[in-house]
């Protein structure tokens, strides 16, 4: 899609044209990738990151550190993430990184000798989901309000039950109508099937993020 450029100006002054906007804490391009976005948010995160290791050098507990780590810099990772997640493939892996480094700190400083590629064997430790499988769940819950709460039929047209005209092996319960396939709705399906063997989607009285997460690997 092209974008029309028109130069605006106030008297004998040009404005500078962006490429981007910010509305509710969220940046947008004229294409909705999220670059922009997703950029702005890992640089802080890590700035923060950076501010946590240098005041925590004296920390003797992984779990204070852990709950820093949630508050300051995992929320803001996951700002937003059912507008930007898996939008482009090489935006999601960039917050990834971001808990890496997070991960790497706390093998090093509470000598888990776990070695710098156990990833998920040093978030295990810590009791923490990989950022790809939480951005998942959060998908899986917002399915949940679609199913619940909202009375919109132009957008649940976009998410269908799945009727089998042959019994197979695959038991998922919602499927994406093939013109949707590539937009939100379809990755919210395919979040909900892949989480929800173990928990009621139609839940009415609500399910939480941490709910959705403990049902999944326990």
């Given at each position: ?14 404005l ?7 509305d509710?804490g969220?940046?947008?391009d ?111 819950l ?9 009375t ?67």
């Amino acid at each position: 899609m092209k974008s029309i450029a028109f130069r605006y100006q106030i008297g004998l002054t040009y404005l500078a044209h962006s490429p981007y906007i910010k509305d509710l804490g969220v940046f947008l391009d004229h294409g909705l990738y999220f670059h922009n976005h997703v950029g702005h948010t890992v640089a802080q995160a890590l700035r923060v990151l950076g501010l946590i290791r240098y005041i925590t050098s004296s920390f003797s507990s992984t779990d204070t550190l852990v709950i820093m780590y949630y508050a300051l810099v995992r929320s803001k990772l996951g700002f937003a993430s059912v507008a930007w997640n898996s939008v482009m493939l090489t935006d999601s892996p960039k917050t990834e990184k971001v808990q890496k480094k997070f991960a790497n700190l706390c093998n090093n400083r509470f000598l888990f000798n776990l070695g710098s590629k156990k990833y998920k064997e040093i978030l295990a430790r810590i009791n923490t989901p990989p950022l790809h499988l939480r951005w998942q769940h959060v998908d899986a819950l917002f399915l949940t309000v679609f199913v619940n709460k909202i009375t919109c039929p132009f957008i649940l047209h976009s998410i269908g039950l799945r009727v089998p005209s042959n019994i197979t092996r695959d038991h998922s319960t919602f499927t994406a109508p093939y013109c949707a396939k590539a937009s939100p709705s379809a990755r919210f399906v395919s979040a909900a099937n892949a989480v929800g063997s173990k928990i009621g989607v139609f839940n009415h009285h609500g399910i939480s993020l941490e709910y959705l997460f403990v049902s999944n690997i326990t």
